[in-house]
C-alpha cells in the first residue's frame, strides 16, 4: 500500500513569491490533513478535511495561505506571497479513522 | 489551558539500553498516538493507544487515560532509534484537532 505522497520535497523561494504543496493521501482516507513544522517544535495542524470540506481551518492564516481538496482526493496548500516565517517544513496526513499516517513533508526555505 | 508535555526533553543512551519515555496531558482525550521522526524528518506511526497497553517488537506503550498520562518503552535501544518522540492527542473537549506535545530527543550512542 502506497502512503502519503508530497510534492515537492524542498523548495527555496525568495519572500514575496508564491509557493504551492501537493499532497496526495493513502487510498480510501477520508480525512487528510495540513500541518505545519517549526524547526524544534511539533508539528501544528493548518487545516482539515473531511472529503472535499474544509471542517478545521482555524489555525490557517488566511490572508496569505489558501488550500483546496477537489474531488476529495489529492490536495494543494498554498502560500501567496510567502513571508521569511514561513520557513518551515509543511506535512500532510491522512486517516481512515483515527490513526493518522504522515508524508514525508516539504521543507520550504524562504529567502 | 490545554497541554500535552514530554519527559524528559533529551535522552542519551548507550546502545542496548532501556527507557521510559512519557507523555503528560492536561485533560481526557479521545485518541492518542506516537510517533518517532526520523533523522531526515519522516514521521513513524509507532501506536495508536488511547487506552491499554500495546507491544510491537522492542516498543511498548500503555496509556492510563484516567490518570491523564502514557509512557513509551523502549527495550535493548539500537542507534536507528535516534531521533525525536512525538505524542499527539485529540483532546475530548472542543474541536476534533491532533495536538503534539513538546517531543523528547533521543540519541543513541554506538
Known amino acids: 500500500e502506497a502512503g502519503v505522497v508530497q510534492s515537492p520535497r524542498y523548495k527555496i523561494i525568495e519572500k514575496k513569491q508564491p509557493v504551492a504543496f501537493w499532497c496526495n493521501p493513502i487510498?480510501?482516507?477520508?480525512?487528510l490533513y495540513w500541518y505545519r513544522q517549526n524547526l524544534g517544535q511539533g508539528p501544528e495542524l493548518l487545516i482539515r478535511y473531511e472529503n472535499e470540506e474544509a471542517v478545521d481551518d482555524s489555525q490557517l492564516p488566511k490572508d496569505r495561505f489558501s488550500a483546496e481538496r477537489l474531488k476529495g482526493v489529492d490536495s494543494t496548500l498554498k502560500i501567496q506571497p510567502a513571508e521569511l516565517g514561513d520557513s518551515a517544513v509543511y506535512l500532510c496526513?491522512?486517516?481512515?479513522?483515527?490513526?493518522?499516517?504522515f508524508g514525508p513533508g516539504t521543507r520550504l526555505t524562504v529567502l | 489551558g490545554i497541554q500535552v508535555e514530554q519527559s524528559p526533553p533529551d535522552l542519551i543512551l548507550q546502545e542496548g539500553a532501556n527507557s521510559t519515555l512519557r507523555c503528560n496531558f492536561s485533560d481526557s482525550v479521545n485518541n492518542l498516538q506516537w510517533f518517532h521522526q526520523n533523522p531526515w524528518g519522516q514521521l513513524i506511526n509507532l501506536f495508536y493507544i488511547p487506552s491499554g497497553t500495546k507491544q510491537n517488537g522492542r516498543l511498548s506503550a500503555t496509556t492510563v487515560a484516567t490518570e491523564r498520562y502514557s509512557l513509551l518503552y523502549i527495550s535493548s535501544s539500537q542507534t536507528t532509534d535516534s531521533g525525536v518522540y512525538f505524542c499527539a492527542v485529540v483532546f475530548t473537549s472542543g474541536t476534533y484537532k491532533y495536538i503534539f506535545g513538546t517531543g523528547t530527543r533521543l540519541k543513541v550512542l554506538a
Open positions: 487510498s480510501g482516507h477520508n480525512t
Open positions: 496526513a491522512s486517516s481512515q479513522y483515527n490513526e493518522q499516517f
